[in-house]
């Protein structure tokens, strides 16, 4: 019972830490820059695949039911507004992300920050993807794909990766603490 209990409370804590990085933005027209990566950056490194995704899915779950722990708050409509892509993206990075370190023997601070830059591809991939068809389909604005990326990638993409080397640093530092976690997890899994 005891590494059940473990194993939702370190998902919950990164859910919870996912909803307040939402919170942390600076305004940018269309998608806003938030911290909300960083702590998908966190999830993987320091949860792993499963339980990294498990967080991000509670997240996204959590926003969709209608409790406003989204950028722009929440609700089930949220599918329909273009940045939700970015979201789909925090679930496929943070299980990326865990398993690019479960599968190195002892992940250092290289390790941390290159699957941190592969999970942060993702996020842009699937959210860059989202904002051009919503755009250009069910919210009829059309858009070319050079302004999407503009707005989707060139204004952040400075800010997000001195992000994914942030969260390597402190998956570095805290990686040991969470080991139990890591461990007690594959134990409920089996």
Request: net charge positive.
């Amino acid at each position: 019972m005891q590494n059940k209990t473990l194993s939702l409370t370190v998902i919950a804590l990164f859910a919870s830490l996912t909803s307040i990085g939402a919170f942390i933005k600076i305004p940018l027209p269309v998608i806003p820059f938030t911290l909300q990566v960083l702590f998908v950056f966190l999830a993987g490194c320091l949860l792993g695949s499963k339980r990294g995704m498990m967080s991000q899915l509670l997240y996204v779950g959590i926003g969709l039911i209608g409790i406003p722990v989204f950028a722009s708050g929440g609700g089930p409509e949220y599918i329909l507004k273009p940045t939700f892509g970015y979201l789909i993206g925090f679930i496929v990075a943070a299980f990326v992300i865990g398993y690019i370190i479960e599968k190195t023997k002892e992940p250092k601070l290289k390790h941390f920050i290159f699957a941190n830059v592969i999970g942060l591809v993702i996020v842009y991939i699937l959210g860059i993807t989202y904002v051009y068809i919503s755009l250009n389909t069910w919210l009829d604005s059309p858009i070319s794909l050079k302004a999407v990326l503009m707005m989707g990638m060139v204004y952040s993409i400075g800010q997000d990766l001195l992000l994914a080397i942030f969260g390597g640093v402190l998956a570095v530092r805290l990686y040991a603490h969470f080991a139990k976690a890591r461990v007690e997890g594959k134990k409920v899994a089996a």
